[in-house]
Nanobody, 120 residues
């Protein structure tokens, strides 16, 4: 019933910026922590940034100063901005959220992810 959909991936030029969105749809009553992850082929998934329902953001040490995470006023969409992309940056980005639906049970959901390719 509830799903997350990432958008904004694609081809990015070396040194340019990434802008992604993560939109929640379905029977969402309350959305809590929402996280952005990235992963390189053959590597472990890496947490990039997280934001609470109240808008408090946190970032991984590896991307501090490069990333900004924000939440739309309707609480259903979370954005990720990351500057100075290089080919060495992991290419697969996905979002994850904790939420409650109409059943009031705490649940979590992953988006399908989006691929970002940095071209030199």
């Amino acid at each position: 019933q509830v799903q997350l959909v990432e958008s904004g991936g694609g081809l990015v030029q070396d040194g340019e910026s990434l802008r992604l969105s993560c939109a929640a749809s379905g029977n969402v009553v309350n959305i809590y922590n929402t996280d952005w992850y990235r992963q390189a082929p053959g590597k472990e998934r890496e947490l990039l940034a997280a934001i609470t329902s109240g808008g408090t953001a946190s970032y991984a040490d590896s991307v501090k100063g490069r990333c900004t995470i924000s939440r739309a006023s309707d609480k259903r969409t979370v954005y990720l901005f990351m500057n100075n992309l290089t080919p060495e940056d992991p290419s697969f980005y996905s979002c994850h959220a904790d939420y409650r639906d109409s059943d009031t049970e705490l649940r979590n959901v992953w988006g399908q992810g989006t691929q970002v390719t940095v071209s030199v």
